[in-house]
């Protein structure tokens, strides 16, 4: 199968299996709705800065601020655009607590609403990739539902589709 590009020129569509994730724009996106490629990618994001944070001269809050500011950035890019489950993000996040949570300060075995409780609340206040991408989908059905674009357009027309399921 061809298709004319910018050139007028004939060029040669890959074909690819419903499953085949390809990355666009830094997200990796497949027809069938798959998420393991992006899990993939970025578990390995996760495990490279933990031991790379574990390694180095950090002061414990340092190391919180580098969670905040770096890895957190790198998990909240894509997950406007996935569907991950809850057991997905823990295992995005795992390879990071193991080491991390003794690097600043705190014990591996801190019940996770310490973890990821506010500090107003006595918390640590860290990130979780499951709530973070709530947020982000949340926040982008907000920012494009009454808009004319083309996101817009595609989130009203699936959001009446599933009006007239549920009925």
């Keep these: 199968i061809t298709i004319k590009n910018q050139e007028g020129e004939d060029e040669e569509i890959k074909r690819h299996n419903p499953d085949f994730a390809e990355e666009t724009l830094g997200v990796f996106v497949a027809v069938d709705g798959n998420t393991s490629q992006q899990k993939e990618k970025l578990t390995d994001a996760t495990t490279s800065w933990t ?88 926040k982008a059905l907000l920012d494009h539902i009454q808009k004319e674009t083309m996101v817009g357009k595609f989130l009203h027309m699936e959001l009446e589709m599933a009006n007239l399921e549920v009925g």
């Design 51 to 138: 031991h790379r944070i574990v390694t180095s001269g950090l002061f414990r809050n340092e190391v919180v601020m580098a969670l905040i500011t770096t890895l957190s950035r790198t998990w909240q890019y894509p997950l406007q655009a996935t569907t991950f489950s809850l057991q997905d993000c823990e295992d995005i996040m795992k390879p990071l607590y193991c080491e991390f949570l003794p690097k600043m300060g705190a014990s591996q075995k801190i019940p996770l609403a310490f973890r990821y409780g506010p500090k107003s609340c006595l918390g640590l206040g860290l990130p979780h990739v499951y709530t973070m991408q709530g947020i982000a989908q949340i």
